[in-house]
């Protein structure tokens, strides 16, 4: 007899939200820290930076956005892991940067349209600051100095941090898109469906 596949007990996750969002910062804070003190060309403080994107894979999957914003986010991710993998076996920076950069576009994305379909207004609006900081930068990286995009980091943590402490799954927002725009074009779903 199959009993069907298994279950979590009463949720369907193993980990709370409020966990997969202290996760990542607890991930992100060495990364900063490294970065900040070690010397140019080292390595090892990219270590740490892939545990913190990784981490950040399951909080996509969990936070309401449309399927798009969610794709955003998985592209971040699979762009900043690969980066810091290939930095850590010596590819170049010059090599390196600018497909970072290119992958905090798609961050940039995610957390905005993830942050402005939040009921908590405080995520909203440190979401979408964060979100166009962090996006915006990789548009004028080759003019302007890194240290423009360092307050992103801080704000990331806030952001986080508000998640874990105000965002629970399921309550957002609708957010008045064309079906086109959530669904993709030629959908016949639900104008609101937010993939899950």
């Known amino acids: 007899m ?29 990364s900063i820290v ?12 990219e270590y740490p930076g892939v545990f913190f994107h990784l981490a ?16 955003a986010g998985y592209s971040w991710i699979t762009l900043d892991v690969l980066t810091g993998i290939m930095s850590i076996y010596g590819v170049a920076y010059d090599l390196t940067w600018p497909v970072r950069l290119g992958g905090h576009v798609f961050a940039g994305v995610w957390i905005l349209t993830s942050s402005l379909c939040a009921r908590n207004r405080a995520i909203a609006v440190v979401g979408a600051i964060t979100g166009v900081w962090l996006g915006a930068y990789s548009f004028i990286a080759d003019v302007a100095p890194v240290q423009i995009l360092y307050p992103s980091a801080p704000l990331v943590i806030v952001w986080l941090a508000l998640l874990a402490a105000y965002y629970r799954p399921g309550d957002h ?4 898109l064309p079906r086109e725009v959530v669904d993709g074009a030629g959908s016949q779903g639900p104008a609101f469906r937010w993939g899950r």
């Open 34 to 45: 490294a970065f900040a003190v070690a010397e140019p060309g080292v390595v090892w403080p």
């Open 56 to 71: 950040i894979l399951v909080l996509i999957a969990r936070i309401d956005a449309p399927p798009w914003a969610k794709a």
């Open 2 to 30: 199959n009993a069907g596949p298994a279950t979590h007990g009463p949720r369907e996750h193993p980990l709370s939200f409020r966990v997969l969002a202290v996760l990542p910062i607890i991930l992100f804070l060495p």
């Open 173 to 176: 927002k609708a957010v008045p």
